[in-house]
C-alpha cells in the first residue's frame, strides 16, 4: 500500500477499512469517508454535496487519478471545503457501483473506472465521469475546474440542481423497470437474431467482436457454442475458434505466467489492459474447456491447465478462498513485470542451466522468434510484450532444421525458465479479499477442468473454495446457512450478499457436485436458491433484483440482465434454477426461472447480443434438458470409465448425478435407479419424458446421448 507523502503519518477514516483500494487512500489528504450513514449525516447537516470516488486496486487509471490528483495539497483542501468526500471499492460495493455508472452513463454517453459522481446529501446524482487530469488535457477539463464549477452551480443554482437530480433518480427507477409488455414466449427466432448480431460486430481477422478496445466477451462465446449445437452450421464455431486461437497468441494472454489480462487496447489482442480479474480467468477458462470439449484442440486444454494453475499458483489462498484479482501496475510502471528483450532471454536461460554460448544464442533467437521479441520492441523503451502466431513454429523447425516437438520442448523449458526470471521483478500487487461472486465462478472453472482433464488438483480447489464460503461466507442459524455475505478480508466477513453472489455460487456447486458427487453440495445449492428467491425475487414482474428487500442506502433497487464481460446475476439465476428445477423435481424454480425471462423479455426481442447467457440459460431447457443418471458403486472402473466417456462429450443441458440413497432425499432422478451391491455399473438418459435403455457400455451410452 502506498502512503501519500504529503499526509504522511496522518490517516484518514479509511485506515479501518479492509478493501485494499480503500487502504491506498487512507494516507491521501483528502477528508475520506467509507460509504455510510455517518457521511450522508454531515453532508444533510452542513447542505454539502458529495463527492463520490468509486474505483478498485487493480485498476490503472485509478492510481494515476490517485497520484495526480488525490495527493494534491491543494485538490484536497478544496474538497474538504466543499464536499463530503466518499471513497467505494466497486468489488466490495457493486451495488452502489451499479447505480452510480448507470447515471454517469445516462449523463455523458460513457462510463469506467475511476468513476467520480458528485451527489445531492440525500444522494441523488448531480454531476459525473471517470478521469479526470489534474490539468485541462484535450477535450478532458481538469479536475478542480469540474470541482469548482460543481461548488458554484451548488451554491447559486440549487433549487434547479436539486430538480435535475430528482428527475435523475425517477429516470434510474425506470431504467430498472420491466416491461409489463412481456412476449410470451422466446423462440428460435430470438437464438437466430442473436447469433446475427455477434455476427454482424465479429472482427474476421483477428476474432472477438468489435474494434479496440477488445474484451474476451465470454459469454457470446458460451452462447455461440450452445447455438452451434442447436444449428449445427460451421459459421458459429468458426466465430469462436477464431476468437479462442487468436486470444491464445496475443498478448492479452500471459504465455510466461498463465492467465490472461482484462483486455486489449487494440483490435489484435497484442497490448492488455494489464490487471488481471479473477472472473475473467474464471470464464475464459471454462470457455476454452467447452472449446476443447466440442473440437479435442489440445492446445485448448493447454491454456486453460495454464491458467487454473496460475490461479493456484497466485490467487489462492492457503484458507480455500480465491483473491479478486492482480493488478496493472508494479512500482516499474504499468506492464513492465510482462515485457522482455533479448537481453533478458539470455538471462533467463543462463540462470536455468549450464548452456554452451553457441546453444545459448540458438535457443535466444527460437524464443525470441516464437515470442516476437524484437530489437525495436512493440512497448516501451525497445522491450517487447509477448505473442505468437499460429504457423510460427512450422517456420522456426524449417530455418533451424528441428522437428515441431523439439522447438516446441525448447519454448516450453524457456518458459519455465522466464517465468523464474520474471518472479525476482518488481511485481504487481495482488487484491487478496475474497468474494463470494467470484469464488463461485472458479469453482464451476476448476470443477468443469476437472471433469474434462481429470486433475484432481482442481477438484480440490472447487472444493476447498466452496466450503471457505460455507464456513466464512454464510450466516448461519442453527448451524443451517441462511444467507450469504459478499466480501471477505483477514478474518473479516463484511456487507449482504447481493444477488450475483446467490446465483454463481449456486451454479459453482452444482457444478462441483457434478464433480465429486457429494450430495451436500447439491443440498446447499437448493437451499441458497430457496433463499435467493425469498430474498431478491420480484414477485409482481418477475426477475431478481441485485440487491436484498431491505437495502436502504440505495437511491434505486438494481434489476439488470444485461450480460456485459460477465453473465448477470439475472442470467445466472436462470440457469441455476433451471438445473436445480431438473435436479429436484421442482415446479417452483422452473416456474421462476421462466418469468425473469419473460421479465427480460421485450428488452431480449430489442437487442438479443445484450443478453447472451440468458439466451444461453434458454437454451438449456427450450433444447430438452437431459438427465444423466448413473447407477453403480461410483468407485468402480466400470461407472468411472463410463463417466469418462460421458464427460469426454460437450452436453451443454445436461445433468449429472449417480443414484444413492442420499441423493434419493434430493432428487426423484435417483429413486428406483440405485444399484444394488451385485448389480452392473450403468447410465440411464432421460430428455423430456422420454427414456432410453440404460447403457452399459460407451457405445450405448453415446446412442443415448443422441435422444
Known amino acids: 500500500m502506498e502512503r501519500s507523502k504529503q499526509n504522511e503519518g496522518r490517516p484518514n477514516r479509511l485506515i479501518n477499512e479492509k478493501s485494499p483500494y480503500l487502504l491506498e487512500h487512507a494516507y491521501n489528504p483528502v477528508d475520506w469517508y467509507p460509504w455510510g450513514d455517518e457521511a450522508f449525516q454531515r453532508a444533510k447537516r452542513e447542505n454539502k454535496p458529495i463527492f463520490l470516488s468509486i474505483g478498485y486496486s487493480s485498476c490503472h487509471w485509478c492510481h494515476v487519478f490517485r497520484r495526480e490528483s488525490l495527493e494534491d495539497p491543494g485538490i484536497a483542501q478544496f474538497l474538504n471545503s466543499n464536499f463530503v468526500s466518499i471513497k467505494v471499492d466497486r468489488e466490495e460495493r457493486p451495488d452502489i457501483d451499479e447505480i452510480y455508472m448507470k447515471a454517469v ?3 455523458t454517453g460513457s462510463g469506467g473506472w475511476p468513476l467520480n459522481v ?51 433518480k425517477l429516470a434510474l427507477a425506470e431504467v430498472y423497470s420491466t416491461s409489463d409488455l412481456a412476449v410470451a414466449d422466446l423462440g428460435d427466432s430470438a437464438f437466430d437474431a442473436c447469433f446475427n448480431e455477434l455476427a454482424s460486430i465479429f472482427d474476421e481477422k483477428y476474432g472477438g467482436f468489435g474494434s479496440a478496445p477488445k474484451f474476451p466477451m465470454p459469454p457470446y462465446l458460451f452462447f455461440l457454442l450452445r447455438y452451434y449445437i442447436r444449428d449445427r452450421s460451421k459459421a458459429p464455431l468458426l466465430m469462436v475458434r477464431r ?51 466440442v473440437t479435442k484442440d489440445v492446445h485448448y486444454k493447454r491454456i486453460t491447465m495454464d491458467t487454473l494453475e496460475w ?55 527460437i524464443i525470441c522468434r516464437y515470442f516476437g521479441i524484437s530489437q525495436a520492441g512493440n512497448f516501451e523503451q525497445g522491450r517487447s510484450l509477448l505473442s505468437t502466431t499460429e504457423d510460427v513454429v512450422r517456420g522456426i523447425s524449417g530455418d533451424y532444421s528441428m522437428s515441431p516437438s ?60 466452496a466450503n471457505f464460503v460455507l464456513t466464512n461466507l454464510c450466516k448461519k442459524k442453527n448451524g443451517e446457512c441462511v444467507g450469504l455475505i459478499h466480501r471477505f478480508r483477514e478474518g473479516d466477513a463484511k456487507v449482504d450478499g447481493l444477488l450475483d453472489d446467490y446465483a454463481y455460487f449456486v451454479n459453482g456447486l452444482i ?102 447467457f440468458m439466451l444461453s440459460a434458454l437454451a438449456f431447457t427450450v433444447s430438452g434438458p437431459k438427465e444423466v443418471v448413473f447407477s453403480g458403486d461410483k468407485d468402480s472402473p466400470q461407472l468411472r470409465s463410463l463417466l469418462r466417456d460421458y464427460r469426454s462429450e460437450f452436453v451443454p443441458n445436461g445433468v449429472t448425478l449417480i443414484a444413492e440413497d442420499e441423493m434419493a432425499k434430493l432428487s426423484p432422478l435417483a429413486e428406483g435407479r440405485i444399484a444394488g451391491p451385485a448389480d452392473q455399473a450403468k447410465v440411464y438418459v432421460c430428455s423430456g419424458n422420454v427414456c432410453r435403455l440404460p447403457a452399459y457400455s460407451s457405445e450405448g451410452l453415446k446412442q443415448a446421448l443422441e435422444l
Open 105 to 107: 452513463t445516462s449523463m
Open 118 to 168: 458528485f451527489l445531492t446529501p440525500t444522494l441523488e446524482p448531480i454531476y459525473g465521469g471517470t478521469y479526470f487530469p489534474p490539468v485541462s488535457r484535450g477535450a478532458l477539463p481538469a479536475f478542480f475546474t469540474i470541482l469548482k464549477g460543481v461548488s458554484d452551480a451548488w451554491n447559486s443554482d440549487r433549487e434547479n440542481i436539486l430538480q435535475s437530480a430528482s428527475q435523475m
Open 243 to 293: 476468437t479462442l486461437d487468436q486470444m491464445a497468441c496475443g498478448g492479452i494472454y500471459d504465455h510466461v505466467g498463465g492467465g490472461f489480462h482484462r483486455y486489449s487496447t487494440d483490435r489484435e489482442w497484442l497490448i492488455p489492459h494489464f490487471e488481471k480479474m479473477l472472473y475473467d480467468n474464471a470464464l475464459l477458462s471454462l470457455v476454452y474447456t467447452e472449446g476443447y470439449l
Open 311 to 365: 490461479v493456484l499458483r497466485e490467487m489462492h489462498s492457503e484458507n480455500g478462498g480465491f483473491f479478486s484479482a492482480q493488478d496493472a501496475d508494479s512500482s516499474d510502471g504499468e506492464g513492465s513485470y510482462y515485457a522482455w528483450n533479448r537481453d533478458d532471454v539470455l538471462k533467463a536461460l543462463t540462470q536455468a542451466g549450464d548452456f554452451d554460448c553457441k546453444i545459448l544464442e540458438r535457443y535466444a533467437e
Open 406 to 465: 523439439e522447438i516446441n520442448s525448447i519454448i516450453g523449458e524457456a518458459k519455465i525458465s522466464m517465468y523464474k526470471f520474471r518472479i525476482k521483478r518488481s511485481k504487481p500487487a495482488t487484491d487478496d479479499k475474497i468474494l463470494t461472486s467470484w469464488n463461485g465462478l472458479m469453482i464451476s472453472a476448476m470443477s468443469k477442468a476437472y471433469q474434462a482433464f481429470e486433475e484432481e488438483k482442481f477438484m480440490f480447489a472447487a472444493r476447498s473454495s
Open 511 to 612: 457444478d462441483l457436485y457434478e464433480s465429486d458427487f457429494d450430495p451436500n453440495f447439491l443440498k446447499e445449492a437448493i437451499e441458497l436458491a430457496e433463499v435467493m428467491i425469498e430474498k431478491f425475487y420480484d414477485e409482481n414482474k418477475g426477475g431478481f433484483y441485485f440487491t436484498e428487500k431491505n437495502a436502504s442506502d440505495l437511491i434505486a433497487r438494481a434489476k439488470e440482465g444485461y450480460d456485459g464481460v460477465v453473465p448477470s446475476g439475472n442470467s445466472m439465476a436462470v440457469l441455476a434454477l433451471f438445473r436445480l428445477a431438473e435436479f429436484a423435481g421442482n415446479e417452483k424454480f422452473r416456474h421462476k426461472a421462466r418469468e425473469t425471462i419473460r421479465a427480460f423479455s421485450s428488452k431480449i426481442e430489442r437487442q438479443p447480443s445484450a443478453f447472451t
